[in-house]
């Protein structure tokens, strides 16, 4: 079956220091994948669109500098956390969309991460 | 004022029950609806899609879309203990593929035993 991998599952920092998360689609090949933020709220935030064969297209309120992100291949994706801080804690989701379905998305577990 | 907006927040019912969700979209560009699951711990798992005027069954659940009014509805019926979640709508844009999905706030659903 489609599922996606994060890792680290939970992680801390500490505030100013940087922290990167992986996700790995297994199963499907996928054509996009979408970073999330889930606030203690639990509302959801986009950070990022990944779209083979086009550029990252940040959401409004994150940026490339502070966000980093890479996408070698159709399976594989990280993004970094620059310079954590409280702001930046919450649980970091990964959404990737499959060729051969694409009304859907499967999302990993999330990267939890603590700012101390 | 967020794009997509769930009611009830949390809602409880009995094992056996009808839990009906509802959910509206104040922009008028999203025509498409997905039904999201998330269990404490884990990542949302997607539930149903609706995209066309109606109702759309699977197994237990059934989801309606009005795309006049933008609302969305998902209906549980036999609810479980298991169905205890938070559930979230999404919508986005036709002509995106679906790739910038906007996530409403989420309803907390309890059934007891």
């Known amino acids: 079956g489609a599922l996606v991998y994060q890792y680290p599952r939970r992680t801390i920092c500490k505030s100013g220091t940087s922290m990167r998360m992986e996700c790995q689609a297994v199963?499907?090949?996928?054509?996009?994948v979408a970073w999330y933020r889930q606030s203690p709220q639990k509302t959801f935030e986009l950070i990022a669109l990944?779209?083979?064969?086009?550029?990252?297209?940040?959401e409004q309120n994150f940026t490339q500098e502070k966000f980093p992100i890479s996408h070698p291949n159709l399976s594989f994706s990280s993004m970094t956390v620059l310079n954590a801080y409280l702001e930046d804690r919450g649980l970091y989701l990964c959404?990737?969309?499959?060729?051969?379905?694409?009304?859907?998305?499967?999302f990993g577990p999330g990267t939890r991460l603590l700012v101390l | 004022q967020q794009k997509v907006q769930q009611s009830p927040e949390s809602l409880s019912v009995p094992e056996g029950g009808m839990a009906s969700l509802n959910c509206t979209s104040s922009d008028r560009n999203f025509q498409y609806f997905w039904w999201y699951r998330q269990h404490s711990g884990e990542g949302p798992k997607a539930l149903m899609s609706i995209f066309s005027d109606g109702d759309k069954k699977e197994g237990r659940f059934t989801a309606h879309l009005n795309k006049a009014s933008l609302h969305v509805s998902l209906h549980i019926r036999d609810s479980q203990p298991s169905d205890s979640a938070l559930y979230f709508c999404?919508?986005?844009?036709?002509?995106?593929?679906?790739?910038?999905?906007?996530f409403g706030s989420g309803t907390r659903l309890l059934v007891s035993p």
């Open positions: 959404g990737a969309r499959p060729r051969v379905n694409q009304d859907t998305q499967y």
């Open positions: 199963g499907f090949q996928a054509t996009s």
């Open positions: 999404a919508a986005s844009e036709p002509g995106t593929g679906g790739y910038k999905v906007v």
């Open positions: 990944s779209t083979v064969n086009s550029a990252i297209k940040y």
